[in-house]
């Protein structure tokens, strides 16, 4: 735990610097000083832009903490604690959340709202005891809000939450604060100092209350509470809100007034279930039930009892196929109930009765060289095409082609033919944009890549490289020289940037990530190891928040307890590749990277001097695997279908809702896949 306060550190706080140029504040005039104070506020949104993606990353943890069904607890002292029972207290009516899932801890307890406690702000043994009080777990988030960042209650309380689990956050107005350091998310709002020296409650405190706002909101718009910008959650307890709820419905629904009142009447003034009535034609109660199966989400069900309505007109129910699957997976979560299909077109998810498994669009490989005999770098563009088609009856329907640092006009000719093999595939996984996964690559780190073909970072080098076809990413070690300008030209030309095969210490991790690199290749592959005072970039891509975890879980290229590690450290990031090479989905004993000569022996791909070569392993496996390891179901489906998906920019081609094609597989509770539905045609696999 950290120390109490510092008399000579606080008078080095930002907050807490005098600003010679008010020195005669007390003598101005009223409109003077009014004019002063309204002008002055204006750094707080300049601060609150330059805390956006903190902001972001801590949304997202508060967000999958309340998935999971946990609470949004704040926590603070004085004017910082008052702001954060005030959200606390607002999000009942606004969001109509569950009494107890957003709540306040104030020092000195709910009677300090009102008449100061000063000195319980020193307490850090009371923060702790508040959190323990409450019985605070591993499923909570637990914010810490303090403006100097230092205050002892909010450090004890969540150094404590820290210890009973829970993802925790700290929001200040300083820079590398005492409670920055303490959590999963720090947010650090930097204001500068205050027009009174030293008082909180005005810059501080705006900027403070404005990012409680923007937290509970955005995780609340995530949690499915709006439907657009549209308070849908809201609770009609007085003329003003009944007034809002009926504009709101009959605005979602196009109902006549007499309709819509009927509707939240029957409905008990719930405007969600009452537009789920309305569009859908159903009982208060069967309303309800759909949106339960829709985790509380109205769009999706209104989409789907459109749909329904939709296909209903053109054509009878009766000629509807249900599947008997017990779940689908939909825009990253598990909906529960069957599917059915019409036409070759999904009409319905989420019906009620029996049924098992779980159907899902199909996976995302974000790394693959090659697969079923064929070589990417030396593929022509039938054997590209061939390959799709094989990847496809492994569940793959889309994937990004990497290829190895080699000679230019090697990868030059590669990316050209995988370019047209995109441009005439009408079958088969869809090719996405190429990775080129060097050749800025570290020497020392260069794992199966040709040392003689890798390049010190060069910028017209990097031109000619993009210029050679679709590039949709680059793997770069960012601790070459040069390699920081690289990343900045590749992010601002729309092409993302993936950090490995490097020697990166902790630090040269970090300014790469700033730089803009939003990835980690293959993590703990080709990289230095992790060590107690040495992160490398292996450990820093675990604690930031705004970095995919790309992992090869093919049973050779990661233990198993570091495979829990990364899901578990970088919780909500990890993406499953296979890095899979021409040897994989073939029995083959030799198979060829680009230039290199792999030798494939007891499920291991090397090169002739034993170095890890790629993988033979599937995609597929790799999700059986991870799910066997304990990773939650949910969990290893996103890390193969959505955060994949989202990473390279096919989102929609992995949603699986009614209106789409019915071209899905389904998997067992083990995530083995049993079926494939291609064309609304069931075909059970063996």
Same mark, same amino acid.
């Given at each position: /735990?950290?120390?109490?306060?510092?008399?000579?550190?606080?008078?080095?706080?930002?907050?807490?610097?005098?600003?010679?140029?008010?020195?005669?504040?007390?003598?101005?005039?009223?409109?003077?000083?009014?004019?002063?104070?309204?002008?002055?506020?204006?750094?707080?949104?300049?601060?609150?832009?330059?805390?956006?993606?903190?902001?972001?990353?801590?949304?997202?943890?508060?967000? *999958?903490?309340?998935?999971?069904?946990?609470?949004?607890?704040?926590? #603070?002292?004085?004017?910082?604690?008052?702001?954060?029972?005030?959200?606390?207290?607002?999000?009942?009516?606004?969001?109509?959340?569950?009494?107890?899932?957003?709540?306040?801890?104030?020092?000195?307890?709910?009677?300090?709202?009102? !008449?100061?406690?000063?000195?319980?702000? &020193?307490?850090?043994?009371?923060?702790?005891?508040?959190?323990?009080?409450?019985?605070?777990?591993?499923?909570?988030?637990?914010?810490?809000?303090?403006?100097?960042?230092?205050?002892?209650?909010?450090?004890? *309380?969540?150094?404590?939450?820290?210890?009973?689990?829970?993802?925790?956050?700290?929001?200040?107005?300083?820079?590398?604060?005492?409670?920055?350091?303490?959590?999963?998310?720090?947010?650090?709002? !930097?204001?500068?100092?205050?027009?009174?020296?030293?008082?909180?409650? /005005?810059?501080?405190?705006?900027?403070?209350?404005?990012?409680?706002?923007?937290?509970?909101?955005?995780? /609340?718009?995530?949690?499915?509470?709006?439907?657009?910008?549209?308070?849908? +959650?809201?609770?009609?307890?007085?003329?003003?809100?009944?007034?809002?709820?009926?504009?709101? !419905?009959?605005?979602?629904?196009?109902?006549?007034?007499? &309709?819509?009142?009927?509707?939240?009447?029957?409905?008990?003034?719930?405007?969600?279930?009452?537009?789920?009535?309305?569009?859908?034609?159903?009982?208060?109660? &069967?309303?309800?039930?759909?949106?339960?199966?829709?985790?509380?989400?109205?769009?999706?069900?209104? +989409?789907?009892?459109?749909?329904?309505?939709?296909?209903?007109?053109?054509?009878?129910?009766?000629?509807?196929?249900?599947?008997?699957?017990?779940?689908?997976?939909?825009?990253?979560?598990?909906?529960?109930?069957?599917?059915?299909?019409?036409?070759?077109?999904?009409?319905?998810?989420?019906?009620?009765?029996?049924?098992?498994?779980?159907?899902?669009?199909?996976?995302?490989?974000?790394?693959?060289?090659?697969?079923?005999?064929?070589?990417?770098?030396?593929?022509?563009?039938?054997?590209?095409?061939?390959?799709?088609?094989?990847?496809?009856?492994?569940?793959?329907?889309?994937?990004?082609?990497?290829?190895?640092?080699?000679?230019?006009?090697?990868?030059?000719?590669?990316?050209?033919?995988?370019?047209?093999?995109?441009?005439?595939?009408?079958?088969?996984?869809?090719?996405?944009?190429?990775?080129?996964?060097?050749?800025?690559?570290?020497?020392?780190?260069?794992?199966?890549?040709?040392?003689?073909?890798?390049?010190?970072?060069?910028?017209?080098?990097?031109?000619?490289?993009?210029?050679?076809?679709?590039?949709?990413?680059?793997?770069?070690?960012?601790?070459?020289?040069?390699?920081?300008?690289?990343?900045?030209?590749?992010?601002?030309?729309?092409?993302?940037?993936?950090?490995?095969?490097?020697?990166?210490?902790?630090?040269?991790?970090?300014? #790469?990530? +700033?730089?803009?690199?939003?990835?980690?290749?293959?993590?703990?592959? *080709?990289?230095?190891?992790?060590?107690?005072?040495?992160?490398?970039?292996?450990?820093?891509?675990?604690?930031?928040?705004?970095?995919?975890?790309?992992?090869?879980?093919?049973?050779?290229?990661?233990?198993?307890?570091?495979?829990?590690?990364?899901?578990?450290? *970088?919780?909500?990031?990890?993406?499953?590749?296979?890095?899979?090479?021409?040897?994989?989905?073939?029995?083959?004993?030799?198979?060829?990277?680009?230039?290199?000569?792999?030798?494939?022996?007891?499920?291991?791909?090397?090169?002739?001097?034993?170095?890890?070569?790629?993988?033979?392993?599937?995609?597929?496996?790799?999700?059986?695997?991870?799910?066997?390891?304990?990773?939650?179901?949910? &969990?290893?489906?996103?890390?193969?279908?959505?955060?994949?998906?989202?990473?390279?920019?096919?989102?929609?081609?992995?949603?699986?809702?009614?209106?789409?094609?019915?071209?899905?597989?389904?998997?067992?509770?083990?995530?083995?896949?049993?079926?494939?539905?291609?064309?609304?045609?069931?075909?059970?696999?063996?």
């Amino acid at each position: /735990m950290n120390e109490p306060r510092d008399a000579a550190e606080l008078r080095l706080l930002g907050t807490e610097q005098v600003r010679p140029e008010l020195d005669a504040l007390d003598q101005m005039t009223v409109e003077d000083l009014v004019g002063l104070m309204c002008f002055d506020v204006r750094q707080v949104p300049d601060a609150l832009a330059a805390a956006q993606g903190a902001i972001a990353t801590a949304v997202k943890g508060v967000v *999958a903490q309340l998935e999971r069904g946990g609470r949004l607890i704040y926590v #603070g002292a004085g004017t910082a604690g008052r702001l954060g029972m005030l959200d606390a207290a607002e999000a009942g009516p606004t969001f109509n959340v569950e009494e107890g899932q957003v709540v306040g801890i104030l020092a000195g307890g709910l009677n300090a709202f009102g !008449v100061p406690v000063e000195n319980a702000e &020193d307490d850090s043994d009371g923060g702790a005891l508040a959190v323990r009080d409450l019985g605070v777990t591993n499923i909570d988030c637990v914010v810490g809000i303090s403006a100097s960042g230092r205050t002892p209650y909010v450090l004890g *309380a969540v150094e404590e939450a820290h210890r009973l689990g829970a993802v925790t956050v700290g929001v200040s107005c300083n820079v590398e604060t005492p409670l920055s350091a303490d959590v999963d998310h720090p947010i650090e709002v !930097v204001v500068g100092p205050e027009l009174i020296a030293g008082s909180t409650r /005005m810059n501080s405190g705006t900027a403070q209350k404005l990012v409680l706002n923007v937290i509970s909101t955005a995780a /609340m718009v995530r949690l499915g509470k709006t439907y657009g910008n549209l308070m849908v +959650d809201v609770r009609p307890t007085n003329e003003k809100l009944r007034d809002r709820s009926m504009r709101i !419905v009959a605005r979602i629904t196009g109902a006549s007034h007499e &309709d819509v009142a009927l509707a939240l009447g029957a409905s008990q003034w719930r405007p969600k279930v009452a537009c789920a009535m309305i569009v859908g034609g159903l009982t208060a109660d &069967d309303a309800e039930l759909r949106l339960h199966e829709y985790a509380g989400r109205l769009r999706p069900v209104l +989409d789907s009892l459109r749909m329904t309505s939709t296909t209903t007109r053109r054509r009878s129910t009766s000629t509807w196929q249900r599947l008997g699957v017990g779940a689908a997976f939909v825009e990253g979560t598990l909906v529960t109930g069957d599917v059915a299909i019409s036409d070759g077109e999904i009409v319905a998810v989420g019906l009620s009765g029996p049924g098992s498994g779980v159907a899902v669009a199909g996976f995302v490989d974000a790394q693959i060289n090659g697969y079923f005999g064929i070589d990417l770098l030396n593929a022509d563009v039938e054997e590209v095409l061939t390959m799709g088609d094989a990847l496809l009856r492994d569940g793959v329907v889309a994937y990004q082609p990497t290829l190895i640092t080699s000679d230019f006009e090697l990868l030059q000719r590669a990316a050209s033919r995988i370019d047209e093999a995109r441009r005439l595939a009408t079958s088969g996984a869809r090719i996405l944009g190429i990775h080129l996964e060097g050749p800025f690559l570290s020497p020392r780190r260069a794992g199966t890549h040709p040392v003689h073909h890798l390049r010190p970072p060069d910028l017209g080098h990097l031109e000619a490289l993009l210029a050679c076809g679709e590039i949709s990413m680059m793997t770069i070690a960012p601790e070459l020289p040069g390699a920081l300008d690289l990343i900045d030209f590749c992010v601002h030309h729309g092409v993302a940037v993936s950090l490995g095969h490097s020697a990166a210490t902790g630090e040269e991790a970090r300014r #790469g990530f +700033d730089a803009g690199a939003s990835a980690v290749t293959h993590i703990f592959n *080709a990289m230095e190891p992790l060590s107690a005072r040495s992160p490398g970039l292996a450990g820093v891509s675990l604690t930031r928040g705004d970095v995919t975890v790309q992992i090869i879980a093919d049973g050779v290229h990661v233990s198993e307890d570091m495979l829990r590690m990364a899901f578990r450290g *970088a919780h909500g990031r990890c993406i499953l590749v296979s890095d899979a090479i021409a040897a994989a989905g073939v029995d083959r004993d030799v198979v060829q990277l680009g230039d290199v000569t792999v030798l494939i022996n007891n499920g291991e791909a090397r090169r002739v001097d034993g170095t890890l070569a790629g993988s033979i392993g599937k995609l597929r496996d790799s999700l059986i695997r991870v799910h066997s390891l304990g990773i939650d179901s949910l &969990d290893a489906l996103r890390s193969v279908i959505s955060r994949p998906g989202h990473l390279l920019g096919v989102g929609e081609l992995v949603s699986l809702r009614p209106g789409s094609p019915a071209n899905f597989f389904v998997l067992d509770d083990e995530l083995r896949i049993t079926a494939h539905v291609t064309n609304g045609d069931l075909a059970t696999l063996a």
